[in-house]
């Protein structure tokens, strides 16, 4: 480890550019074998957070949340901590996940507004993007923000909204599990609990079929 080091930062001092080369075709490709937060780390050797973020973004952004939990997407955002990113709007939702998650509504708040503001009102993804799934996590995190700062979510989405997220997350268990769970909730804040209750029963058979028994049990 010791002879590494001192090789990275000889090479780092004689080539520079160099180095940021190695350093991106080591993103790129770890970042095609699974290996997403190293890939992050990589990007960022080579100065390119853009890069890093966008790595981030592939890993799943704020489904990364669903698909597996929080430690992942926590380690990634950490990563970022010190760019602002600014036409990252995917970003910003997650870091208004984590700033939900951590209970400091209002800076969620300011996230949530940010990525409004930047996306044209979640209209565009950043060039490159994916104006899909960026309205799709709209819709998952505005739910959040309204559960967490205990007000209705029922007036918030248009009519059309779990339709479309259902019909643009590739029929995954988990994530479907998760959209079936918020229309549990929204029937229950509308006291209509027929469909709270079957919503729930939808919710709980999506997440048996992923394996997720945190779904099952939440």
Known sequence: PLLREHL??????SSATEYASLCRKTATWMSTHERGLEAMRYALAAD????????????GGVMLWIR??????????????????????????????????????NRARQAFEKARRISNGFTADRPGGNDTL????????????????C?????ILPE????????NTNEEPAIHGYIKTLQCLT??????????????KQAISEYLNGNSRYGELY
């Open 151 to 155: 007000t209705p979510t029922h007036p």
């Open 134 to 149: 960026l309205q799709i996590e709209r819709y998952s995190i505005e739910i959040m923000l309204a559960e967490y700062g």
């Open 160 to 167: 059309n909204a779990f339709t479309f997220m259902l019909e």
């Open 8 to 13: 990275v930062n000889e090479l780092k001092e």
């Open 187 to 200: 029937s229950l804040q509308m006291g209509d609990f027929d469909n709270c209750i079957s919503y729930g």
């Open 68 to 105: 597996e939990g929080m430690s992942r997407l926590i380690t990634g955002l950490k990563l970022l901590d010190e760019y602002s990113l600014e036409n990252y709007p995917r970003i910003q939702l997650a870091r208004c996940l984590l700033e939900t998650k951590s209970a400091d509504i």
């Open 48 to 59: 390119d957070c853009n890069f890093a973020a966008e790595i981030l973004e592939d890993m």
